[in-house]
C-alpha cells in the first residue's frame, strides 16, 4: 500500500498532503528521535507527518561516537534503571530490529594496577553485563592478561599496562539508521518532507492545532493541520520554545563533542579500546579501514547549524589517546575531523508540564504541542515512545499501545538469509564478494534496490573513489531511495566519505552532482551551486586540522 522511498517525486507528493490533510500527529525535527516518534505514531495507526529544516539526521543524529551502548559511566553515577534499559535496546537492534546496521564490537579497557583496579572494573563490566536480562546477543566480558594484550593490541604501552578487560558493545552509522527509520515510517504511511522550516504554531484558543511553514527550496508557505504536534528539535529546543512563544518545563545546554578519523595502520589493535579521562571516557573505536577517536564534552554557544573542531578540542584527543598508545597518534595522521552536539536538558523545578526523566524529558507546555529532548541515541525508541503516550491525549480517543518494541526496520528481514548466499549475489551480479557484503551491511535486503540499478547501468557497479568501497550506484540510490537533495547530503550522510576520504570528498563532489542531477531534475547551474555549498562546509570544518598541523 504505502512505499519506502524517499526522492524528488514523493516529496511533491508529500507537499500536497501537508497542505490538503489534517493530521493526527505533526513531527518537527528529522533527528534520531524525530523519525523515531514518526514510526512509533504511524504504528500506531495514527496519521503522521514529518518535516524537518535541513535534512534527514543533519544536526547531531550524524555526528555521534557511532555507539550503540549501555553507557558503562553511567554505573558510576548509580543509574543501573538508564543502563539496563539502554542494554535491552542495544540488544534489540542486533539481534531484531535492524542487524543489518547495528553490528557488535569489541572493547578493551587496559589495566595499570593488577589487583584493585581489575577488581573495581571487573565488578563494573560484570554488572554491566548482568543489567542486560536473559536474552543476550553479544558475548560477555572476559579478563586477559599482559602476555595477551601484547598480542591483541600492539599498541598499547606494554610498559603501562599489565592486563585489561575485553567487553562488547554495538556500533552504527548513525546517519543511515536514522534514515532507514525514516523510510521504514514511510513504508507504514508517514508523510515526510525534508527542506521545511516550521515558522510559527496555529492556535485554536489555547489549543495548538497546526503549524504554518516555509518550503525551502519553492519558499512556498505552507499551512499544515495536526491535532497534535511533537517537537523533536535538540539542540534547537530553546531557540524554537521561544520562536513560538511557548513556556516549556526544561532549558537545553549545548555540549560540544568532537572526534577525529585516523587510518588503520595508525592504531594496532584487533579490538577498540575505552581510557577514562579526567573529564569522561575517550573511546579508540574501528571504523572500516579506519578508527574513529574521541570525544571532547566542552560547552557550547556558537552556530547549531554548524559545530566545528578547534586546534584545541583535537589537541585534547590526541593527548589524551597517547598516554596509552605507543607509537603515538600525530596529527599528520588524522584524516578527518567533525563535531557534534549533544542536546543536555536542565528541568525547570517549578514546571508542573514535565514528565521527568533522568535522561530524557517529555514536556507538554501547552495543548496539543509536546517536545521531547534530551536522552540517548540509543534509547531514542523509548523516548519516542514516551513523546507519543503523552501527545495523543490530545486526540481523544482510544489509540493502540506502542508496536516498535517487534518491529523490525526495512532491510532487516531476510538480512541473515541473504548472508548466507553473499558468493551467489556476488557471482550473478558480477560484483566482488567484499562488496557484496558492503551492500548488505548498508542496505540489508534492500540490497536489491543497488543491484537493480546496476542490472540497467552497469558502469554504476565502479566505486566512486578507488580507496573506499562505495559504488556510484549507492550515489544514484542515495536520491531515487533515500531522500538525499545535495551533494552534501550524500558525502556526508548517506555515504560517510567526508571524512573518511583524505580530502574529504571534494574531489568526488562534481561526480556526484553529475550522477544525482537527473533525479533532483537539476540544471547545470544547480549543480554548481550544490558542489560549492558541500566545499564551503568542508573548508570550514578543515580548518581546525589545518591550523593544528600548521603549528
Known amino acids: 500500500m504505502f512505499k519506502s522511498q524517499l526522492n524528488p517525486a514523493q516529496r511533491d507528493s508529500a507537499l500536497e498532503s501537508l497542505v490538503s490533510e489534517e493530521f493526527d500527529v505533526l513531527v518537527i525535527g528529522g533527528g534520531v528521535n524525530g523519525v523515531g516518534v514518526a514510526l512509533d505514531a504511524v504504528t500506531r495507526g495514527l496519521k503522521v507527518a514529518l518535516v524537518e529544516s535541513q535534512d534527514l539526521a543533519a544536526g547531531t543524529s550524524s555526528r555521534s561516537s557511532k555507539l550503540i551502548h549501555g553507557g558503562l559511566r553511567y554505573l558510576e553515577q548509580y543509574d543501573f534503571k538508564l543502563v539496563r534499559e539502554a542494554l535491552h535496546e542495544r540488544e534489540f537492534m542486533v539481534s531484531t530490529q535492524c542487524p543489518h546496521l547495528v553490528k557488535p564490537v569489541s572493547f578493551l579497557y587496559p589495566l595499570t594496577e593488577k589487583v584493585k583496579e581489575r577488581t573495581y572494573v571487573g565488578a563494573g563490566l560484570a554488572l554491566y553485563d548482568a543489567l542486560r536480562g536473559f536474552k543476550r546477543a553479544l558475548p560477555s566480558h572476559r579478563h586477559l592478561t599482559g602476555k595477551t594484550i601484547a598480542t591483541i593490541s600492539p599498541s598499547l604501552r606494554q610498559d603501562i599496562i599489565n592486563g585489561a578487560i575485553r567487553y562488547f558493545d554495538a556500533q552504527v552509522d548513525d546517519a543511515r539508521h536514522t534514515m532507514m527509520i525514516a523510510r521504514t515510517a514511510a513504508r507504514h504511511g508517514a508523510v515526510i518532507a525534508t527542506q521545511i522550516r516550521v515558522?510559527?504554531?496555529?492556535?485554536?484558543?489555547?489549543?495548538?492545532?497546526?503549524?504554518?511553514?516555509?518550503?525551502?527550496?519553492?519558499?512556498?508557505?505552507?499551512?499544515?493541520?495536526?491535532?497534535?504536534?511533537?517537537?523533536?528539535?535538540?539542540?534547537?529546543?530553546?531557540?524554537?520554545?521561544?520562536?513560538?512563544?511557548?513556556?516549556?518545563?526544561?532549558?537545553?545546554?549545548?555540549?560540544?563533542?568532537?572526534?577525529?578519523?585516523?587510518?588503520?595502520?595508525?592504531?594496532?589493535?584487533?579490538?577498540?579500546?575505552?581510557?577514562?579521562?579526567?573529564?569522561?571516557?575517550?573511546?579508540?573505536?574501528?571504523?572500516?579501514?579506519?578508527?574513529?577517536?574521541?570525544?571532547?564534552?566542552?560547552?557550547?554557544?556558537?552556530?547549531?547549524?554548524?559545530?566545528?573542531?578547534?586546534?584545541?578540542?583535537?589537541?585534547?584527543?590526541?593527548?589524551?589517546?597517547?598516554?596509552?598508545?605507543?607509537?603515538?597518534?600525530?596529527?599528520?595522521?588524522?584524516?578527518?575531523?567533525?563535531?557534534?552536539?549533544?542536546?543536555?536538558?536542565?528541568?525547570?523545578?517549578?514546571?508542573?508540564?514535565?514528565?521527568?526523566?533522568?535522561?530524557h524529558t517529555v514536556d507538554r507546555p501547552a495543548p496539543g504541542f509536546v517536545s521531547l529532548a534530551g536522552g540517548k541515541y540509543t534509547t531514542y525508541r523509548v523516548m519516542a515512545k514516551d513523546a507519543v503516550d503523552l501527545a495523543v491525549l490530545d486526540l481523544r480517543r482510544l489509540v493502540s499501545d506502542s508496536v516498535t518494541e517487534k518491529l523490525p526496520l526495512i532491510g532487516a528481514d531476510g538480512y541473515h538469509a541473504l548472508t548466507q548466499q553473499v558468493a551467489k549475489i556476488a557471482a550473478e551480479s558480477g560484483l566482488t564478494e567484499s562488496t557484496v557484503t558492503h551492500l548488505l551491511d548498508r542496505y540489508g535486503s534492500l540490497i536489491s534496490e543497488i543491484l537493480e540499478i546496476i542490472e540497467e547501468d552497469p558502469q554504476y557497479a565502479e566505486r566512486l573513489i578507488p580507496d573506499l568501497p562505495y559504488l556510484k550506484a549507492e550515489v544514484l540510490h542515495a536520491a531515487m531511495y533515500e531522500g538525499a537533495l545535495s551533494v552534501a547530503d550524500v558525502l556526508m550522510r548517506r555515504t560517510r566519505i567526508s571524512f573518511e576520504s583524505s580530502d574529504s570528498g571534494l574531489s568526488a563532489a562534481d561526480e556526484v552532482a553529475h550522477i544525482i542531477a537527473p533525479t533532483l531534475g537539476w540544471s547545470r547551474t544547480d549543480a554548481k551551486k550544490s558542489v560549492s555549498q558541500f566545499t564551503e562546509i568542508v573548508s570550514k570544518e578543515e580548518a581546525a586540522l589545518r591550523a593544528l598541523i600548521n603549528s
Open 199 to 359: 515558522d510559527d504554531l496555529i492556535h485554536s484558543g489555547k489549543k495548538i492545532v497546526g503549524a504554518t511553514a516555509t518550503d525551502l527550496i519553492t519558499n512556498k508557505k505552507i499551512s499544515i493541520s495536526a491535532k497534535s504536534t511533537i517537537m523533536c528539535a535538540g539542540v534547537w529546543s530553546d531557540e524554537l520554545h521561544q520562536k513560538f512563544g511557548l513556556t516549556p518545563g526544561y532549558s537545553v545546554a549545548m555540549s560540544k563533542g568532537v572526534h577525529i578519523v585516523v587510518p588503520k595502520d595508525a592504531i594496532k589493535s584487533k579490538d577498540g579500546i575505552i581510557l577514562k579521562t579526567p573529564v569522561s571516557v575517550l573511546f579508540l573505536i574501528p571504523w572500516g579501514d579506519k578508527w574513529i577517536v574521541g570525544t571532547t564534552d566542552t560547552p557550547y554557544e556558537a552556530d547549531r547549524a554548524q559545530p566545528l573542531a578547534t586546534s584545541e578540542d583535537v589537541q585534547y584527543i590526541l593527548d589524551q589517546a597517547n598516554r596509552v598508545l605507543e607509537p603515538q597518534l600525530k596529527s599528520e595522521d588524522i584524516i578527518g575531523v567533525f563535531a557534534g552536539l549533544r542536546p543536555l536538558v536542565a528541568n525547570n523545578s517549578e514546571s508542573t508540564t514535565t514528565k521527568l526523566s533522568r535522561e
